[in-house]
């Protein structure tokens, strides 16, 4: 059975980092594109990062380029999500999720119609 389970979330004061953690079962992470996308409340599941299962190409949303940075441990089947200088506008659910695409665009690796598979969520709070 296909399974992502994040952990990692937390509360955090404005400036300070994060790491989340998505651990996959049941499948290889690494034949897969693996995509972070966040909800805040009243607002649109929107993508915030993802790495291609093609050469681990990765890609990110404009609010998050050069404070986050996502990677891949294929030893340990879990893709990880660095949360820096974060800012309350960061607080969000945070899922990840995977498809098997071949082949992956930017802008579609941050579109959450693309995947197949999610995790429940890993809550974020940002605030002093």
């Known amino acids: 059975q296909v399974q992502l389970v994040e952990s990692g979330g937390g509360l955090v004061q404005p400036g300070g980092s994060l790491r989340l953690s998505c651990a996959a079962s049941?499948?290889?992470?690494?034949?897969?594109?693996i995509g972070w996308f966040r909800q805040a409340p009243g607002k649109e599941r929107e993508g915030v990062s993802c790495i291609s299962r093609r050469d681990g190409v990765t890609y990110y949303a404009d609010s998050v380029k050069g404070r986050f940075t996502i990677s891949r441990d294929n030893a340990k089947n879990t893709v990880y999500l660095q949360m820096n200088s974060l800012k309350p506008e960061d607080t969000a659910v945070y899922y990840c999720?995977?498809?098997?695409?071949?082949?992956?665009?930017?802008?579609?690796?941050?579109?959450?119609?693309?995947?197949?598979?999610w995790g429940q969520g890993t809550q974020v709070t940002v605030s002093s």
């Open positions: 999720a995977a498809n098997r695409y071949a082949y992956i665009s930017g802008a579609y690796c941050l579109t959450r119609d693309a995947y197949d598979y």
């Open positions: 049941g499948f290889t992470l690494d034949y897969y594109n």
